[in-house]
């Protein structure tokens, strides 16, 4: 079918057909893009059609209408917990994390009375440290430091974040409640070290919970303003997209199954954590990288898509200070995925869900798997075919086919792949326009100015960026095929 003619080596011969090799360029391109951009199209952009303007949730209301829905809806105060999970190490973070709840309780009663908050730490160090900020604070709700013991193991070994995590379930049904009205009831709610909130936004969150009374696990959008020009731009240019990505993430929360979920402001009723748990073992004998994602959809195969929901509060956190750490953050998603991709055929709930469902999970995962390392192949065709327009003269060096760098050819590829690629081009760009200025708005001090010069600057760094964010999908899917996963918990320099 596909032959190399050597003695025109330029020439490729389909279907008994000579073809250049330039073509083929440009039709791989596009073929590559097309593929790599339908989750865009088919996917986030009908996402953020449908729900920019419930990203937010439009209501944070004050205390007295807070009392007004408790009333009309029988309702008690919901008890939140909330759980700072960190490795060590990482406490003037932490810090700013526990700052950040503070400033919501501080001169409120009616919020202090019902917010709870544990940090659960692999350093005994730290419980000092954080026990003296509590009292440097004057938090008067209750705080405490959890250490996870070295020699602590899960009933199935699991290891690094999800072990930490089971460690605090275990530990919560170990000691008498504080609560023990039925009526009342209680979330944890999950932030990473780096995690801080506002005030209003967690009144939306409260807001969408007394809400939606039979919703039990919401998620929420996640921005990065901390410390944003400390980042590389690369780095702040691949977190530009995450913010956009979350009106998918408030489409698979309203329309379940969850296909990724957020390891942060994730807000769990306390009575489904205990009975999922985080203990979900190895796969192959390697850490588990993705306990959120397996979380989500153990939920859903345990309770069904009844009990999700998008509570519209936002929490910001970091990007990524350099390159690697991006990288490696990618290698770490892409690869939890494929993980659990595997994991679930070792699962019995799975099994019993019907065909359709059980299609349906996998199919959408691997296709966000697929499109995310594929991009790297559509990205290096787009620079190729630029650099042959733009730069013949090194083409020919290489005893490039005259005729594949003449004018005419060169302008009408040129012109071809733009067209080919200008809608998803668009599409990527606007996604990287919407996550930026979301990323942006929280940023203290910055002048509108300062705006429009960074966004500029992600713009123009995302061609060369792009590469980078796909190879690292690829790289993982790659490794995880032939049977050598990359492994760690490597995560963001805070």
Not at 268 to 273: A, D, G, P, T, Y
Request: include cysteine; proline fraction near 6%.
């Amino acid at each position: 079918m596909f032959s190399f003619k050597w003695k025109h080596r330029y020439l490729v011969k389909v279907f008994g057909m000579q073809i250049p090799l330039g073509v083929i360029i440009w039709m791989m391109s596009g073929f590559f893009f097309f593929l790599s951009s339908s989750y865009y199209i088919l996917e986030m952009i009908p996402s953020y059609i449908r729900h920019r303007k419930n990203y937010l949730n439009p209501i944070s209301p004050s205390n007295e209408e807070i009392f007004t829905l408790l009333s009309q809806s029988g309702q008690l105060f919901p008890l939140i917990k909330f759980q700072i999970t960190t490795r060590g190490d990482e406490r003037d973070v932490v810090k700013r994390g526990i700052n950040s709840i503070y400033q919501i309780t501080k001169d409120n009663p009616l919020f202090t009375s019902n917010i709870e908050l544990l940090i659960v730490t692999d350093n005994p160090e730290e419980v000092g440290i954080f026990t003296d900020y509590f009292k440097s604070l004057n938090i008067i709700f209750p705080s405490e430091v959890l250490v996870v013991p070295p020699d602590y193991n899960t009933p199935n070994m699991t290891l690094y974040k999800a072990r930490s995590l089971q460690y605090a379930v275990e530990y919560r049904k170990s000691i008498n409640p504080i609560r023990s009205n039925e009526k009342i009831r209680s979330f944890i709610f999950y932030f990473d070290a780096e995690s801080t909130i506002e005030e209003e936004d967690f009144r939306r969150i409260i807001h969408t919970t007394i809400s939606f009374p039979d919703k039990k696990i919401f998620e929420g959008p996640i921005v990065y303003p901390h410390k944003y020009f400390e980042s590389n731009v690369f780095s702040r240019q691949m977190e530009a997209s995450r913010p956009f990505n979350c009106h998918h993430c408030a489409q698979v929360m309203k329309n379940p199954p969850p296909t990724h979920l957020h390891g942060s402001n994730l807000l769990v009723e306390e009575e489904i954590v205990n009975e999922v748990g985080w203990d979900f073992g190895r796969v192959d004998n390697k850490p588990i990288l993705a306990e959120d994602l397996i979380f989500g959809l153990n939920a859903y195969m345990k309770y069904g898509g009844g009990v999700f929901g998008w509570h519209g509060g936002r929490i910001s956190e970091q990007p990524p200070f350099t390159i690697r750490s991006s990288f490696n953050a990618r290698i770490r998603w892409v690869t939890g995925a494929w993980q659990a991709l595997k994991l679930l055929n070792d699962v019995p709930d799975f099994q019993k869900l019907s065909r359709r469902q059980q299609l349906s999970i996998k199919l959408r995962i691997r296709l966000r798997i697929m499109t995310h390392s594929l991009s790297f192949f559509a990205a290096s065709f787009v620079i190729l075919s630029l650099a042959i327009f733009l730069f013949p003269s090194v083409f020919m060096a290489f005893h490039f086919n005259p005729q594949l760098l003449s004018p005419n050819f060169r302008t009408a590829q040129f012109v071809l792949t733009r067209l080919i690629f200008l809608p998803g081009t668009i599409f990527w760009l606007f996604g990287v326009f919407i996550g930026s200025l979301k990323n942006l708005e929280l940023i203290e001090g910055i002048t509108r100015r300062e705006k429009i010069v960074e966004i500029i600057k992600l713009l123009i760094v995302t061609p060369l960026a792009g590469p980078i964010e796909s190879f690292s999908a690829l790289y993982a899917s790659i490794r995880w095929i032939i049977g050598k996963p990359y492994n760690s918990w490597a995560v963001t320099s805070k």
